[in-house]
């Protein structure tokens, strides 16, 4: 088969008609990429040196279901929060004390646990997830994952990304409680 390249047409690609058009990090949805991660709340801190974190989009789709018709009626769709997935472990490695980092990992366990177990956003910082914008994230669930080394405990997490809020109510100079 010879295809003839002579006359094929070449077309403009097609530009945003919109200025506020963002690729923020689209196109590492869904994909599982290697970051080092930091949560801080309130003075106190985490880190992780690596984990690997994949980031999805969630959508907030307000659907009717219609007497008679097949399918439903889609009537509000707007960007909902990203769901974070974190898989990471926590160790005893120490380079100055080698006995300690056969250890099974309990205090930096509780640590973890610690922060994991806040009823509030947390603050995060990973370079990975500014691509996404994401600065603050509330754990929805956590794991811990059996594994055959007796220094290292592997953990998984379900993270939603927080954008903080202020809610204004404006009194009506006529009404009163």
Known sequence: MVFDFVNVRTYKPLEPASLDFKFEGSEHYGVPTLTSLAFQYKGKRI?????????NMERNIVTTPMEG???TIKEYISEGDYTIQIDGAVTNYSETDPEKSRDYPVE??????SFLKIKD??????DYLTL???????VKSYGMLQ???????AFQLQLLSDTPYEIKIKQDAGFSF
């Not at 880190?47 to 980031?55: P, Q, R, S």
């Not at 996404?132 to 509330?138: L, Q």
């Not at 594994?147 to 405990?153: A, Y």
């Open 69 to 71: 018709r097949d399918g």
């Open 132 to 138: 996404f914008g994401i600065k603050s994230v509330v």
């Open 121 to 126: 956003s947390l603050e995060v910082q990973s």
């Open 147 to 153: 594994e055959t080394h007796s220094n290292r405990q």
């Open 108 to 113: 930096k366990l509780q640590e973890l646990l």
């Open 47 to 55: 880190e992780f040196v690596e984990c690997i974190a994949t980031v």
